[in-house]
């Protein structure tokens, strides 16, 4: 009798066993300009995953995005100790490599589509894991329509990032907050440099901020002061406002007569009445997009010739993007945790949408992770809404000071040594290639 009941045991394990699906191999790359907390989304990948292990097997990372799945350039991340991708939550930077590489549509190059299957296939890849912006989802897109298409079975889920914070259906996105603190505060620390000097020398900042065609790093910089007359900044340009010459030169003037000074924070995608960009750096990238820079420049040799006031300008440029040394504690916790929801969405079955960041209430400051479709998603940007900047077009308004103010909240300090912070690389071990190599289209 007990030996029946222990061969029914048996046999009922081997069918459950059966029934599991044998644990698949994870792709995750990380795509578009990096952020100083992209590295901790990776980390969130990895660590859940390796808790799953019945489920995941390892994680391959692909050696500058897409492009590593392309020509099967994979890093073995289960070479790296629990240490070093803990340590990827306080580095800036991609550990992996990015790229700005776009997946053409699948009628007008099938082979690159054939390629991922190809190396998905030989590496047993069954989940995919895209870390990018608007324009990368579009890529996670495409790849999360292979099941359909080519039969493929492949659970695509787009973590978020951009310090653009442009991505529509989140409240923000992972990279915009640690970005935003930084602006805030280099602006304040600026601000009370030139009001010092201001007596008899400089009178007129300028700083140059990122943001591509949305002026949410912009806006950032108003938070370096309470909002009252007179606070810096004076004056922030906006893409969404059309640059008015006139009105801005008199506000110059207006600032440096009342105050002593005047501090103006500028996005790079600030445009004239045409619509033509102030700073067309005069290169185009793999998405069409112009690149930007220089508007401060412009600005401030507009300041001389017309007002002949003395000035400094500053582009933030890449400083911005890693300074991690300042990220937000806010922004880091969000990164983390779309890299986490993103692998419990794929375990879940889940196919084809991004991980969301959703606003419960804004004091306290409550969020909660969600998900969107990424057919909503790619390819689209969301801008400053109007009533986030003020009537005149050169300042934030109260409510958008709410919106953002949470956002910055919370320093995490890396690990410093001998005076420097202490980040990591990686051992980025290559895994063995099995298939011919495939040569990338010249885009
Ligand atoms: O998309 C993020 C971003 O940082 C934009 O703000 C900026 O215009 C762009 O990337 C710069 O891209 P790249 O580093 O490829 O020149």
Request: net charge positive; glycine share 10%; hydrophobic share 40%.
């Amino acid at each position: 009798m007990a030996a029946k009941k222990k061969a029914v045991r048996k046999a009922t394990g081997r069918a459950a066993a059966a029934r599991k699906p044998a644990p698949q191999n994870a792709f995750y790359a990380q795509s578009g300009g990096v952020t100083a907390v992209i590295n901790a989304s990776a980390a969130g990948v990895i660590e859940t995953a390796r808790k799953h292990k019945d489920r995941i097997g390892k994680v391959f990372a692909g050696r500058n995005g897409i492009i590593g799945a392309l020509t099967e350039d994979l890093i073995d991340t289960s070479k790296e100790s629990a240490a070093a991708i803990a340590a990827l939550a306080h580095t800036p930077g991609g550990a992996f490599g990015s790229c700005r590489y776009k997946l053409k549509g699948f009628e007008e190059n099938q082979a690159e589509y054939e390629r991922l299957i190809e190396v998905f296939k030989a590496h047993d890849i069954g989940y995919f894991f895209y870390n990018g912006g608007g324009d990368s989802a579009d890529t996670c897109l495409k790849v999360s329509q292979l099941s359909e298409k080519m039969g493929y079975p492949i659970k695509a889920i787009h973590v978020p990032k951009t310090v653009d914070n442009d991505l529509p259906l989140t409240d923000c996105c992972p990279g915009f907050g640690s970005v935003a603190k930084y602006v805030a505060v280099s602006t304040k620390e600026a601000a009370l440099d030139v009001e010092s000097m201001a007596k008899t020398s400089t009178k007129v900042f300028i700083l140059e901020v990122m943001g591509r065609h949305a002026g949410w790093i912009a806006a950032a910089g108003g938070l370096a002061g309470s909002g009252a007359p007179g606070e810096p900044p004076h004056i922030i340009l906006f893409p969404e406002i059309t640059f008015d010459r006139a009105a801005f030169l008199a506000r110059v003037d207006e600032s440096v007569k009342k105050y002593g000074y005047c501090v103006i924070v500028a996005s790079e995608g600030v445009r004239d009445v045409d619509g033509k960009f102030l700073a067309d750096a005069g290169t185009v990238d793999a998405f069409g997009h112009k690149q930007l820079g220089g508007v401060a420049p412009y600005l401030a040799d507009l300041v001389r010739s017309e007002l002949g006031y003395k000035y400094h300008w500053a582009l933030a440029d890449y400083l911005q993007r890693s300074a991690r040394h300042i990220a937000s504690e806010t922004d880091l916790r969000q990164a983390y945790a779309v890299g986490k929801a993103a692998v419990e969405l794929a375990l879940k079955g889940r196919n084809s949408v991004m991980v969301t960041i959703e606003r419960k209430s804004n004091k306290p400051y409550k969020w909660a992770i969600g998900e969107a479709p990424l057919k909503k998603v790619a390819n689209q940007e969301k801008f400053m809404p109007r009533n986030f900047i003020s009537k005149d077009g050169f300042g934030i308004t109260e409510r958008c000071r709410q919106y953002l103010l949470p956002l910055i909240k919370g320093e995490a300090y890396p690990p410093y040594k001998d005076g420097m912070p202490k980040y990591v690389r990686l051992k980025n071990a290559a895994v063995p290639k099995k298939l011919p190599e495939f040569e990338l289209k010249k885009k």
